[in-house]
């Protein structure tokens, strides 16, 4: 059986490190909200596959996200999409049972993501070094930079 753990790490970064991280998870989420508008004019699309074919390469060009980077704001967008899609159908569902005579309003405008949250994946954008050091893809993704944790 395979076992996640997740850990939380407080990173020690260099000022310019520091600045390559902002950028990077500033980069991301302008991503999102690009995607999302994008989702949202295509009737609410909640397909990760159909929305990163809309919206890769305009990622890659216009952020300058890295590859799976990239891969990830579609899927993430697309995961917001479908719970909101959820959220509707038991709506109707509570109105016709008589549970709420309101009409769920989250998808009457595009999903805004505001958090700096940056989805990694292992081995693709970190990595574990020795010395208690991590490898972390950044914004300028010819740039990896080598961090060090408390």
Known sequence: MKQVITAKLKLKLTSEQ?????????????????ASQVAFVNNKLSSAVKLQKLVYYDIREKFNLPAQMSCNVPRQVAATYKSLWTKVKQNVNNIKKGYTKKRYKGLDQAPKFISRTTTLNY????????????????????????????
């Open 18 to 34: 520091k600045q390559s991280v902002r950028q990077t998870t500033l980069a991301y989420r302008d991503a999102m909200n690009y």
């Open 123 to 150: 081995q693709r954008d970190y990595s574990f070094k020795t010395n208690r050091a991590v490898s972390l893809n950044t914004f300028r993704w010819s740039d990896c930079c080598t961090l060090r944790w408390l």
